[in-house]
């Protein structure tokens, strides 16, 4: 009873103290001395400033770790976030995948309204549009799916989703060059072999540029899943190159090779002939002369750019093991290429695996894609040249977003034979392969 009646006499001095020292400090600022309150206080009470808030949302407060990447945000405009009608942000809620889609859509710079029925029907249909979504390769199709067609677009989205999605977004806005060595971020990212071979790409590129950082434990964690606060901190890096946390880059003490620069290739420039007749790497296209009714290119024009990324084709070693190094052909507008260069070894590779291959098609992990048409290459084959029984180029090329192509190229280096597959005109041919030009070992 004593002591309660202590505390309680306490409690009563106290409220006496701060009452008196109210009047002293303006009403309006936040520079109270915590320090001399809590020295007032009885022992075992301690006076905490509560942060103030500044924002327009009762649940966020001054310290919140990504207070200042939304207070850019909403300087910024646009609407990209906003709060909930009762005055909240609700920063620790998930974030489904609709939602992410529209702050991706906006942030790009795209204004839409909400749809009619559903309303991400209008953003998610900007996102395909511009490729930021592809629905083949990213929308599992469950039975839900049968009722109601947007229904894996509402549910929650994690980081390797994000990732995918940005970035294709920051495609747009990112050149070529900013990106830095995909196989060594690789390296960095301590749960890369976890993360989804078709988000992989997308994780690398917005860890290489600080987008998406990883744990302090040094894995990404792919399918953890995302909150509104961290939305925050990836929209603002998009937005706002200087808030970006790019990691280093430890110095290799025997760096990798790197490609030949293009223009040390002495490629020639495109040509506008007439007539929507053009000259692409010297080669002569004619759009009445060289695509077949169906929209493929004529296999015997196809063989004139697979021509050309052979002469640029080499494998070579370098500190023991074997490389591939090589140029990529640009193509007349409405085409792209297929390429597989495929190798297969006696034995297991240095990491494991039974061969590998590198491809220009999208979605695959870095450390098996091909760079884009116009740009040279330079990669490793995880092993020396003795271990490799089976080295092969293989080449089509297709018609954008159709798909059609005329027929096939399959170039064995270790076999020493070529083949053209005319689906089309009839122009099929096995003939022997001089391979020797193309080994410089």
């Not at 075992?44 to 407060?61: C, H, I, M, Q, W």
């Not at 004139?304 to 080499?314: D, G, P, S, W």
């Amino acid at each position: 009873m004593k002591n309660i009646k202590k505390f309680m006499a306490g409690i009563i001095v106290l409220s006496i103290l701060i009452s008196v020292l109210i009047p002293i400090v303006n009403a309006n600022s936040t520079n109270v001395d915590v320090n001399l309150i809590n020295s007032l206080a009885s022992p075992g009470l301690v006076y905490t400033e509560k942060p103030a808030n500044s924002l327009p949302f009762s649940d966020v407060l001054s310290n919140d770790w990504f207070v200042d990447d939304l207070k850019y945000i909403l300087d910024y405009g646009g609407g990209i976030f906003s709060g909930y009608p009762d005055g909240t942000f609700r920063p620790a809620d998930t974030l489904t995948m609709d939602m992410y889609i529209k702050l991706i859509v906006t942030a790009m710079g795209h204004n839409i309204q909400n749809g009619k029925e559903y309303w991400a029907s209008t953003y998610i249909k900007k996102a395909i549009d511009e490729g930021y979504v592809v629905p083949d390769e990213d929308i599992y199709h469950t039975p839900e799916m049968f009722e109601d067609p947007y229904y894996m677009y509402k549910q929650p989205i994690n980081r390797g989703e994000m990732a995918l999605f940005t970035a294709r977004a920051l495609s747009k806005i990112i050149k070529p060059e900013e990106y830095r060595d995909p196989l060594v971020i690789c390296e960095l990212i301590k749960d890369y072999k976890n993360v989804p071979n078709s988000k992989k790409t997308g994780v690398v590129k917005c860890y290489d540029l600080g987008i998406i950082t990883g744990y302090p434990d040094g894995e990404f964690k792919a399918e953890n899943i995302l909150t509104r606060a961290e939305a925050v901190a990836v929209i603002r890096r998009i937005l706002d190159p200087s808030a970006r946390k790019r990691v280093s880059i430890p110095s290799a003490v025997n760096p990798s090779p790197t490609p030949v620069p293009v223009s040390e290739l002495e490629r020639p420039e495109k040509k506008e002939l007439g007539s929507g007749v053009v000259e692409i790497e010297g080669v002569r296209f004619d759009p009445e002369s060289d695509i077949w009714g169906n929209g493929a290119m004529k296999i015997m024009k196809a063989e004139e750019f697979v021509h050309i990324a052979l002469k640029y084709l080499r494998f070579y070693e370098h500190e023991g093991k074997a490389r591939v190094k090589g140029y990529v052909p640009e193509l007349p507008e409405g085409f792209e290429w297929d390429i597989a260069i495929v190798y297969e070894p006696r034995k297991q590779d240095d990491r494991g695996y039974w061969g590998g291959s590198y491809l220009t098609k999208s979605g695959f992990s870095p450390e098996q894609t091909l760079p884009g048409p116009g740009n040279s290459f330079d990669k490793p084959l995880y092993t020396n040249k003795d271990n490799i029984i089976a080295l092969v180029l293989v080449c089509e090329i297709k018609t954008v977003n159709t798909n059609i192509d005329g027929g096939r190229f399959f170039i064995s280096f270790t076999a020493k034979e070529y083949s053209r597959y005319d689906s089309v005109g009839g122009n099929s041919i096995d003939i022997p392969l001089d391979a020797e030009v193309f080994f410089e070992w």
